[in-house]
T-cell receptor, first 112, second 109 residues
Framework: SAVISQKPSRDICQRGTSLTIQCQVD?????MFWYRQQPGQSLTLIAT?????????ESGFVIDKFPISRPNLTFSTLTVSNMSPEDSSIYLC?????????FGQGTRLTVV | GEDVEQSLFLSVREGDSSVINCTYT??????LYWYKQEPGAGLQLLTY?????DMKQDQRLTVLLNKKDKHLSLRIADTQTGDSAIYFC?????????FGSGTQLTVLP
């Protein structure tokens, strides 16, 4: 398996500002995934990030709001832009290796 | 499209067995997973089963898969208070990992 280090683990942000979340994997992985978990909800896939190409966004998520970078096979960032209180969630990055999907520790974001 | 469903709540007495159920719709799923999420924590992989298997046992955990009915279950034997958490099933298809809504397991003393 692999280990993903995600930071920050939590943050409290003012509305209208942006926050960039980083994930570092200790192995090279082809795809990385970004999920959102709203309070009391399941995980919803935001986008899939492949190295060297633009991220693929799921319905309801757009690049202007959630720009993603994937500069190499071990690193990715997700930015939550122009935040509003509705963006308060846990954000998780993930990847897969062989049979296992593994996750970062999550970023608990509160927008005030 | 992919759709994974679970019941939202389950309560059991300490020492009893817990059975958490999950249904899915995508017949092309390759692996099915069970994750545990404790309050304020991330996701912990508990176990997984390949789609051509029908059962997998791992200590107190037993996973049953009925591929015909697209039904997955997780049985926890001798449930303990430390097992109280939200349990998510998830299916892996060629495209992505899709999660159920999660089942909140409460273990009563």
């Amino acid at each position: 398996s692999a280990v993903i280090s995600q930071k920050p683990s939590r943050d409290i942000c003012q509305r209208g500002t942006s926050l960039t979340i980083q994930c570092q994997v200790d192995s090279q992985v082809t795809m990385m995934f970004w999920y959102r978990q709203q309070p009391g909800q399941s995980l919803t896939l935001i986008a899939t990030a492949n190295q060297g190409s633009e991220a693929t966004y799921e319905s309801g998520f757009v690049i202007d709001k959630f720009p993603i970078s994937r500069p190499n096979l071990t690193f990715s960032t997700l930015t939550v832009s122009n935040m509003s209180p509705e963006d308060s969630s846990i954000y998780l990055c993930s990847s897969t290796m062989n049979t296992e999907a593994f996750f970062g520790q999550g970023t608990r974001l509160t927008v005030v | 499209g992919e759709d994974v469903e679970q019941s939202l709540f389950l309560s059991v007495r300490e020492g009893d067995s817990s059975v958490i159920n999950c249904t899915y719709t995508d017949s092309s799923s390759t692996y099915l997973y069970w994750y545990k999420q404790e309050p304020g924590a991330g996701l912990q992989l508990l176990t997984y089963i390949f789609s051509n298997m029908d059962m997998k046992q791992d200590q107190r955990l037993t996973v049953l898969l009925n591929k015909k009915d697209k039904h997955l279950s997780l049985r926890i034997a001798d449930t303990q208070t430390g097992d109280s958490a939200i349990y998510f099933c998830a299916e892996m298809t060629a495209r992505q990992l899709t999660f159920g809504s999660g089942t909140q397991l409460t273990v009563l003393p």
